[in-house]
């Protein structure tokens, strides 16, 4: 394998791995209490902390490099936060390095770039939130773009390797050479993933977003009738679903839009996007369009997204174009 990127690589697996093991000790704490008080703390000191940890560690090794992340500090500013605060520095101290919470708080912010420049990183520090105070599925979603290209897409997704029939949770591209599927905590030797190679849209496996509000689940249904598939839908949370196809375990992967007037994050899909398209796979919006990963941290030239394994691709995108153009006649 080439050594371009080689060092960006390594140094964004070694943040993703230490934010992963952050979260992982927040996850194991939820009790059953928490959830029935809706309390959503875990996952905002988790949160948090995953963002300050990998935007530190790219701030060391590449320090004018911005960041396009999803979280700011100006809520741990504020006296009533001061309690998560103090748990997000005893975190990072127990289980990263020694550091002041004036110095946490510079860490995060460092993620606080919103425009696009000629070469940046994009950070999702816990993609899947309802998923992780579930104890369910979420991901860490880090990405390198240099000229609006995605270079380099890292996906950190603790509870996958639980169900993935491989056991592994770890996942990354670098353009051009490929997609490769680890182990997320034990050394192991990087194994090439592909997509399927699936025609025949009846026995296609398609996952979607647990939470409706994410993706139209009707559309969704309406677009399996229609093509014959006979599995039922698998519902998660996070970039995982991207991990999903990649990896064979999945053939499509459908984000249709739920909300009029609402622009992806680029956070929510940089990460994904090439470790699918270097496994073989098909990404476009819902016009066929590729993703537009030039307009600061949203997709505004893009609408819906369908992910397959390439084969399947002109099936699902014909017939979701149909099916979202007769619902939006509808409305």
């Not at 270079?151 to 996942?171: E, M, V, Y």
Request: hydrophobic residues 40%.
């Amino acid at each position: 394998m080439s050594n371009t990127y080689a060092e960006e690589l390594k140094v964004g697996l070694t943040a993703v791995r230490m934010a992963a093991k952050i979260c992982r000790v927040v996850q194991a704490a939820i009790t059953p209490e928490v959830l029935d008080k809706k309390d959503n703390s875990p996952v905002t000191v988790a949160d948090f902390a995953s963002q300050a940890v990998v935007c530190h560690a790219i701030g060391e090794a590449f320090p004018d490099d911005p960041v396009i992340a999803e979280e700011d500090s100006l809520a741990l500013h504020q006296p009533e936060n001061e309690h998560f605060l103090r748990e997000i520095h005893q975190l990072i101290c127990d289980h990263y390095r020694e550091a002041f919470p004036d110095e946490i708080r510079n860490w995060i912010d460092r993620g606080g770039a919103k425009n696009y420049s000629a070469r940046f990183w994009t950070l999702d520090p816990i993609d899947g939130t309802k998923g992780f105070l579930r104890r369910d599925q979420y991901a860490i979603s880090l990405a390198l773009i240099i000229d609006g290209q995605i270079k380099i897409g890292i996906l950190g997704c603790p509870n996958l390797g639980t169900r993935n029939q491989s056991g592994d949770s770890l996942f990354y591209a670098i353009l051009g050479q490929g997609a490769f599927a680890l182990r997320l905590d034990a050394d192991s030797e990087p194994r090439r993933i592909h997509v399927t190679e699936m025609t025949d849209p009846t026995l296609a496996r398609f996952c979607e977003s647990f939470e409706s509000s994410h993706s139209s689940h009707n559309e969704s249904a309406i677009i399996a009738e229609t093509l014959g598939i006979k599995a039922g839908p698998v519902r998660m949370d996070s970039q995982a679903k991207y991990a999903m196809v990649a990896a064979g375990e999945a053939d499509v992967y459908l984000r249709l839009p739920a909300k009029t007037g609402y622009f992806e994050k680029i956070w929510d899909h940089a990460g994904g996007v090439l470790i699918v398209t270097e496994a073989g796979g098909t990404v476009t919006d819902l016009q066929g369009k590729l993703l537009d990963f030039s307009k600061g941290h949203e997709l505004r030239e893009n609408r819906g997204i369908i992910v397959t394994n390439g084969p399947l691709h002109a099936a699902i995108l014909g017939t979701a174009q149909s099916v979202t153009s007769e619902s939006a006649a509808l409305k």
